[in-house]
């Protein structure tokens, strides 16, 4: 495929340009909204008016063949609802968004706080913890499934499993050929799951199964429906609680600021969903031509819209690196946009907000150190984080 | 200048009046309103900006 326009032939998905992708990002917005990535031979959309339009435009940027950079992941990946465009996309959509959207979550508001709360006191009485194993992990974990209705039983293989799908978005590097087993084990745990009708009676995992088999959609695309609603919730969430720790931790002015103004909390968790963008971005096939500022991505073409460059955009924020929570922060794409756009989010932001709320009246100052960062293709997320809380 | 909420696709995250107060709020089920049938002149780029931020593409605008 001939190509004209700006090329780099520089690797994402190098250790290097993983653990810290901004440069890599600024390189290639500097080159043009979209670069052809000659390793890959694939475009890469990369900067916030381009990758808003992109997802906004669903004819043209599809995801029906699949979001992911290889035919092997995109073919197991089929029948689920990132996979699909409108108007098949909607059905799909509408299977699992009436429980997610804030004004259904709602009932679900006090049972949060109380359990934010509870984890909270538990980690000021310990003084020091790890914010990812002791703090964003444990409240996804724990809550997600108990929503789903998931048995107890294979909870512990959740995590492992949701970083195996999600390496899986990009190429076959020794990453993601390591975490194939993981995924197959994943695929015969959730068909056990549907067949067996496993799912607690009356939770959204139970109901959903219920739906898919009136609308009579086959066992597969019911697993994947299953997945569609757990997996994206865990490693993303994760991500984002435990850098709002690191980042308020290194903005101490900025937590005063919440402790003095609650109600900044919403601006804030977004904030640090732009700026750690935990998801860097997802593929699509070109159904057509597009046309990006000066630059024409053929038909044909693969290209991966990169929302975690957009986010960072000096055309478009002021001072990007910065983290600022007073800064104009709900137009971030970190959630996606459009269509596909995080159909979790209003759960992402329960619980986010929820655990401000709770660290916000208990928490004078973190002390953070010892930063690390995982290698993952697709999640940008923490490992570990060493932090001491000084309790109000 | 006019806004049309597309009232099914709403799903009440609250963006549009988190941005732009002034043109959007929320009714008790969190559905969007738009205040304004036509648009004042003076609220142009605050209607555009909220509906622009809506994530699932709720709001459009009619230039």
Redesign the interface.
């Given at each position: 495929m001939t190509t004209s326009g700006p090329s780099s032939d520089l690797d994402i998905y190098a250790d290097e340009h993983i653990l810290d992708p901004y440069p890599a990002y600024r390189t290639l917005r500097d080159l043009g909204p979209a670069v052809w990535l000659e390793r890959y031979q694939v475009w890469a959309v990369t900067r916030y008016r381009a990758v808003?339009d992109a997802l906004?435009d669903p004819h043209t940027f599809s995801s029906a063949s699949g979001v992911a950079l290889t035919p092997e992941t995109n073919q197991m990946l089929m029948g689920n609802t990132v996979s699909s465009d409108p108007p098949e996309h909607d059905r799909l959509r509408a299977l699992i968004?009436p429980r997610l959207?804030?004004?259904a979550l709602?009932a679900y508001s006090d049972e949060v706080q109380r359990r934010a709360i509870a984890l909270v006191d538990d980690l000021i009485a310990r003084g020091s913890f790890d914010a990812v194993s002791d703090f964003a992990q444990v409240f996804p974990v724990s809550l997600v499934p108990d929503l789903l209705g998931w048995p107890e039983k294979g909870r512990d293989r959740l995590l492992t499993w949701a970083s195996a799908g999600f390496n899986t978005i990009g190429p076959m590097n020794q990453r993601t050929i390591e975490s194939v087993p993981a995924l197959q084990e994943m695929s015969g745990y959730v068909a056990g799951l549907v067949s067996e009708n496993d799912l607690r009676k009356g939770s959204w995992g139970a109901e959903l199964l219920d739906s898919g088999r009136e609308r009579d959609l086959s066992e597969d695309v019911l697993a994947k429906l299953l997945m569609d609603y757990l997996l994206p919730s865990l490693d993303t969430t994760i991500s984002a609680l435990a850098s709002m720790i690191l980042l308020f931790g290194q903005n101490p002015a900025q937590w005063d600021q919440i402790r003095a103004r609650p109600e900044a909390i919403?601006?804030a968790f977004n904030e640090v969903v732009r700026l750690e963008s935990p998801i860097r971005g997802f593929y699509r096939h070109l159904k057509q031509d597009a046309k990006v500022d000066d630059v024409t991505i053929p038909k044909g073409s693969w290209a991966i819209v990169l929302n975690a460059s957009a986010n960072r955009d000096e055309q478009h924020w002021e001072k990007p690196d910065a983290f600022d929570i007073t800064r104009?922060a709900?137009?971030h794409v970190g959630?996606?946009?459009?269509?596909h756009?995080?159909v979790g989010?209003?759960l992402a932001r329960l619980e986010g907000h929820a655990l401000l709320t709770a660290l916000a009246t208990r928490v004078r100052r973190f002390d953070v150190d010892n930063a690390q960062w995982g290698l993952n293709n697709t999640i940008r997320a923490l490992k570990s984080l060493h932090v001491t809380v000084h309790a109000a | 200048m006019k806004i049309t909420a597309d009232l099914h696709r709403c799903e009440g995250h609250g963006l549009c009046a988190g941005t732009a107060p002034e043109m959007y709020d929320l009714d008790d089920d969190a559905v969007v309103v738009v205040r304004y049938d036509i648009v004042p002149p003076h609220l142009e780029r605050r209607a555009e900006a909220g509906a622009g931020v809506c994530p699932v593409a709720a709001l459009r605008v009619e230039a």
């Open positions: 808003y906004h968004a959207n804030p004004r709602r919403p601006n104009r709900a137009e959630f996606g946009h459009g269509v756009s995080c989010q209003g | -």
